[in-house]
């Protein structure tokens, strides 16, 4: 029989390894009367655990490089901190989500440093610099696609590894993997499902050069 483990307080709880906050947390709540993310970093995404659960059966090395682009709260980020004792930079357009990712940063005891940016300022030497970048959800507007791909494009021609996007299917998403797939690149387009803290199915798309 599997240890039962008793989460602290009410409003947390733990997947993949890592602990996250409700928005009904004490410190969420006080947050948000300073803090008002304003393009949807308003919680952990249900496709970051399709992200954690691949990666678990797709590990990168310990301590490599680590990009989460469209961050948010950053779970992919402090789940990749965590389990493989990487070197995670997080990104984001808004700088008001970082708040909340210090928090859950601390809260898991791993640090990750946040990148006030938008994807069209990323440049190949700064996206190569990364072994991984990762993203989950972050492909739901058409006017999301072409800076996307570009950010794609850049970061393997700077060097980059892997690329993986975790989505639920929208056909934005679906549009990007076909641009990828139309390049000399590795590209992989699959079903998953995530099991914590709850049954998800999604997509990944995992691109290397």
């Not at 492909?139 to 970061?155: G, N, Q, T």
Request: with cysteine.
């Amino acid at each position: 029989m599997p240890e039962l483990e008793r989460i602290p307080e009410e409003h947390i709880y733990r997947a993949y390894g890592i602990y996250l906050l409700t928005s009904q947390h004490r410190l969420i709540r006080r947050l948000k009367r300073l803090y008002e993310p304003s393009i949807h970093g308003n919680k952990a995404w249900r496709s970051s655990f399709l992200l954690m659960d691949y990666l678990l059966h797709n590990p990168p090395q310990r301590g490599v490089r680590v990009m989460e682009l469209g961050c948010g709260w950053g779970p992919g980020a402090v789940f990749c901190a965590r389990r493989f004792k990487a070197r995670v930079t997080a990104v984001d357009l808004d700088g008001n989500v970082f708040p909340y990712l210090e928090v859950i940063s601390a809260l898991n005891d791993v640090k990750v440093a946040p990148l006030e940016s938008n994807f069209n300022n990323l440049s190949a030497q700064c996206l190569g610099r990364e072994h991984l970048l990762i993203g989950s959800d972050i492909c739901f507007w058409d006017s999301m696609i072409k800076p996307l791909f570009d950010v794609v494009e850049r970061a393997l021609e700077g060097g980059a590894k892997r690329f993986v996007i975790a989505d639920p299917g929208r056909p934005t998403f679906y549009e990007l993997a076909d641009r990828c797939q139309k390049q000399n690149w590795r590209v992989t387009l699959r079903e998953w499902y995530a099991v914590e803290p709850s049954r998800t199915t999604g997509e990944i798309l995992e691109v290397r050069p």
